[in-house]
Structure formats: structure tokens, C-alpha cells
């Protein structure tokens, strides 16, 4: 570890200006130092595409909403929930009166549909989330009206994305000449430290590479005042240069969802004996078994529902990843209502049934090549000790040969229908019942019950069920009561069919020294960065 640590040490001290010879730097109460990975490229709302990048922006502006601990759609810069036409197509969002942009100005719908415009058709990589709006009309001073092509359930929640946040026109320059910015329709830039928003921090320095941003308490935020008066945002290099920064006091905060997952286990084993403090977001990625059910051996339903019923969730959570990841028989993670258990729990009775009906078992056990991602380590954990369980309990019926690839080319491979049953990660990028389950079976063409383009191809398993398909187009116009019970029978639907098998979900999670209090996530998934203390 000492071997590996010191590369971080002099970039750190560069940064935040303290000298080697403590090991817990002094500061100030009200300054603390977070530390995440990777540099910030922009901080355009138009443009960011990094959660670390949108981490910031949520530091420094505001969403028209938020989501609470339970999923519910709370107001932020919005007055009031969206207003939905009847047939949903029209939504109308009143914004909150008195909110001031860091330079003065007031927050008004103006501002509020300059920003969504610019977001849809400035260029960035995520603006396609807007391409369903059709027109964003301003109605009164502080009034929006947005009409969409087509029903789209989501879009409460979208309009929650920190990506949406408002930052005013006069921020904003015409760009440089060669920028790569001029792609965008109206050819304006947001200068690297010019970002102007609403937040509970405004930014005050940046450093030209991206690796420091400090953030300064705003007096006239319109909400509870930011806690601490400074806040430092560091990025480092690699999970050993931020595990080390930690631990020594370099920083105060550690924030980063790629950490490795040794580190964070020792982390986790140092707030447990009350060195550190740790707090997790509501979970927000699933990790899933694929099944490729257009070929032999798994076209067979009756094969994909007892690999479902052979897997031991529990066990593999707890050996694969000490525990961080939870068990999950859902395809949508549990801060959302709809996350009912709808795919079965271990039953080897059951497997072995479905398997001897299939006509294995009895010495003529089922082979099935299982595809991990190398580069993932409790990938290959799982993988393993799948192997080993199933060997022991169902070796009779049922055998994996499991192989491990480094996850770009499982990506890359997925759609030419490479894998019978391969194990990826998923998450959206924003947080919706149904960004869980229409990019897993969304299908434009099928022959029968093989889906021959779309979300379902790209997935890699091939699966179409035209009630299924129903379901998923019920719930677009339908009241958030029915539209729950709605995503309940579709789950319901897909685990009979099992195209896919929920393994566990994966939650961001933050650590921080002792002393420092309020570390916490909102339900969006954002640490509360202006709740931190000391």
C-alpha cells in the first residue's frame, strides 16, 4: 500500500496547501476538503455528463425537483408538483418565487426554459432525454408550459435530472474559435469558472485541469444555508491515491463510486469501529444475469426458471461482496415501490423439478456457459462460487462453465448474441421505474417471441412477450396509484418469463472523518454536500 501511495501525496499537498509533516492536517471547522476520482471536464448542465460533474452542479444549483428516501417527487426550484394534462402530453411547472442566481438575478421561467432549451438542443451527450419535448413555452413570469410528442411516464422524474439545473443566459459567452462547444446551436460557451446557478454553494476558484473546485457558502440562498463556509472538491487520480488521502486526514470527505472494492471494504471495517463515518445512497444499480432465450439450450422456459430458482442470492452477496451489494429479486431497486420481489427465491427442490422435466439430471446434467466480467472483481467471485454451490447441491442437473471477459468487449458483444448467459451492471441516467425495465425488454421488431431489433437485442437476450409489451405501454399515461400496480404485474410477467435474473443492487456510498457530521444522500442519489459539518 505505502509502495503504491506516495504518487498521490505531492498533488495533494499542491492542492490544498498543507505540508507533510502532520498527518491530519489543520483546518478550519467550517472548511472541508472532499475528495472524489477524476478531474471535471465542464460544468455546463448542457454539457456534463459525469456523475462527478453532476455531483458538483448539485452543489451549485438546484433541479425543479428532487426525490425523497421513498421515491416521491418533492418540489425544489418548482412551487408545486407538475401539472399533467389529461392526456398527457402537457405539463405545466410554476416555479418557486424569490430565488436568486449567484450573480443577483432572479430566477424566472425565462431563465428556467433558456436552460432546458439550451439543454435539448445544446449537443451534449445526454440531451437526447429531451428529444420527447416538443416546445417549452413560457406562460407567466413564473410559469412553464412543456408539451411532449407522446406520453412519456418518466418525465415527472426527468425534470428532477441535475443536468436540467438553470443557470442564466448572461452567464454564458460566444465560444472560441476550434471550441468543441461550437457544436452547439446557438454558439455559446460556459467559461470554465463561470458557472452561475441557485445552489447552497457558489463556485469561487477552479483550477485550469479540473482537479480543484472551491466552493464558497451563498448568503442568499433561498432554502437552509450551507453548513460549512468553504468546501474544496479535489480529484484524484486512482482509488489507492483517495483510500490513502482519507486516512491520513488530507481530506475530510471521500466521495467516489468507483472506489475498489478492498479499499472500501476497509473502510466500511474502519466506520464500524467508529474512526470513520459512512453513508450510502438508495440504491441505484442492478446487476443482472442475461439469458439468451432464442437458442438451446435457454429458449426452454422451463431452463431459465429453474437457473432462477438455483441461485443464492444471500450467499453470494455476502462472499462475492462482503455485503455491499444487497440481494435483489426485483429489476427495479427498492427506493421505488414497484421493487416488489417478483423473481423466485432459492428453491433447489424446484430446480431440480423443472430440470428433470426438461429431461436433465439423472447423468444428464445441464452445461451452461456462464460470462463474467474480468475487470470486475466480485464478478468473478460470484461467478465462482456459483460454480462451487451449484456443483455441491445440483451437480447431478446442473453445471456452469464459467469464462471471464474484460467488460468493454462484453458490452461491445452483447447484441451479436456472443453469450448464453452473461453478468452485467445497469443504471439510468436518471432515476425511473421504467428506465429499469424498458431498456431491458424494449422491442421495435419480433418474429414471434424473438426480438430482432431493440433494447431486448442489445441487452442480449432476444425475449418478446407481447403482454409484456402491453404492460410497459399501459403505464405511460397511467395515475402514479395504477401506474405502480401496473410496473408490478409487468415485473410479474418478465420473471415467469426470466429473459433476465436480478442478482443484487449497488448503492454510491461516502466516507468521512469522525468529526465531520451530516453525511447523507438525498433520494436522488446526490451526497448533501451543504449538509456537511464539522
Known sequence: MAKHGRSWLPLLVGLLGVTTAACAPSRSPDHLVVGTKGAI???????????RALQLIRALGDPLYALSDTGELVPRLAAAPPQVSDDGLRVTVTLRDGVRFHDGSPLDAEAMAFSLQRFRDGGGSLSYLLDDVASITVVGPLELELELKEPYAPFRNLLGFAGLTP?????????????AENEATDGLCLPADGFVGTGPYRLVSRRADGTQHRLERFDNYWDDPARSARIDLVSLENSTALFGALKTGEVDVLLSSS?????????????????????????????????????????????????????????????????????????????????????????????????????????????????????????????????????????????????????????DQLATGAFAMVMYDWAPDFLDPENYLRPMIGCDVHEDNVCKEGDAVYGGVFWFDEAAAQLLEDQQNQPPNQRQATLVALQERIAAGVPYIPVWQGRNRAWSQSSVTGLGYDGSGWLRLDALGR
Open 259 to 411: 472506489l475498489e472494492a478492498e479499499h472500501q471494504l476497509e473502510l466500511e471495517k474502519e466506520a464500524a469501529a467508529g474512526r470513520l463515518a459512512t453513508a450510502s445512497s438508495p440504491p441505484q444499480t442492478i446487476e443482472v444475469l442475461a439469458l439468451a432465450t432464442d437458442r438451446p439450450p435457454l429458449e426452454q422456459v422451463a431452463v431459465r426458471q429453474a437457473l432462477a430458482r438455483a441461485l443464492p442470492r444471500s450467499l453470494l452477496s455476502e462472499r462475492a461482496s462482503q455485503g455491499l451489494n444487497t440481494p435483489l429479486r426485483s429489476l427495479i431497486p427498492d427506493l421505488f415501490a414497484a421493487a416488489e420481489p417478483t423473481w423466485p427465491e432459492l428453491d433447489l427442490d424446484e430446480a431440480r423439478h423443472l430440470l428433470t422435466t426438461a429431461g436433465y439430471c439423472q447423468g444428464n446434467p445441464l452445461e451452461v456457459d456462464f460470462t463474467y466480467r474480468s475487470n470486475v472483481p466480485t464478478d468473478g467471485l460470484l461467478a465462482l462460487t456459483w460454480q462451487e454451490f451449484l456443483a455441491e447441491h445440483l451437480g447431478d442437473c446442473l453445471t456452469l462453465q464459467v469464462d471471464g471477459l474484460e467488460s468493454t468487449t462484453v458490452y
Open 41 to 51: 471536464s465542464s460544468l455546463d448542465p448542457a454539457k456534463a455528463y459525469q456523475t
Open 167 to 179: 443557470v442564466p443566459a448572461s452567464a454564458y459567452v460566444p465560444c472560441p474559435d476550434g471550441a
